[in-house]
């Protein structure tokens, strides 16, 4: 059962949501990516926003979208595990028709791998995060070696996803150095 105190902060979350889309709908049309329980990521927003371009009175009735959520999801979901904590590329800022992306830092071989095995684990061995569409030759596959393979295939998901946003410019903002955590580098970001 849930408490009073709890569904009252649930409600005043999904007015402010609200109220959120209300004024990203009067500059914006966009597209909205559920992320309802965090499913894709639980340091990002329920509701990802998706600013596509700026609209006029006239266009609002219009929307033409220029993106595929579902492909865009996809993306999202394939590529998390390239970057520290799930977090993946994110458009938050539109500025003359060009996105400007947050993300973090790229995971470290200790994260990936142990968030990989972790989620294996806990998905009964049934997790199809790596199921790829792709088909790979038996060729590439002894090409790649075990240690690069997972790493390539989750980098290249992130480089997809990048490609798909348009991205041309990265610009690293970190000033921290790597922590140590239990003996081991960690990334900060």
Not at 84 to 89: D, S
């Amino acid at each position: 059962m849930i408490s009073c105190k709890v569904l009252d902060v649930l409600q005043a979350v999904e007015r402010i949501e609200k109220r959120c889309l209300e004024l990203f709908g009067r500059d914006y049309c966009f597209s909205v990516i559920p992320n309802v329980n965090g499913d894709i990521c639980g340091h990002y927003p329920r509701h990802i926003v998706f600013l596509e371009y700026e609209s006029s009175e006239k266009e609002k009735d219009t929307f033409q979208s220029t993106v595929q959520v579902n492909k865009l999801q996809d993306l999202i979901h394939r590529s998390k595990m390239a970057r520290c904590r799930g977090r993946f590329v994110c458009p938050v800022i539109l500025f003359k028709g060009k996105h400007i992306c947050r993300s973090a830092t790229l995971a470290g071989w200790g994260e990936l791998y142990g968030r990989s095995g972790y989620n294996y684990l806990f998905s009964g061995g049934a997790d199809d995060t790596w199921a790829s569409t792709e088909d790979v030759t038996e060729e590439d596959f002894v090409l790649r070696s075990g240690d690069t393979h997972l790493f390539d295939k989750v980098r290249g998901y992130d480089i997809k996803l990048l490609q798909y946003l348009s991205v041309k410019y990265i610009c690293d903002l970190m000033v921290e150095n790597k922590k140590v955590k239990f003996g081991m580098n960690v990334t900060s970001s």
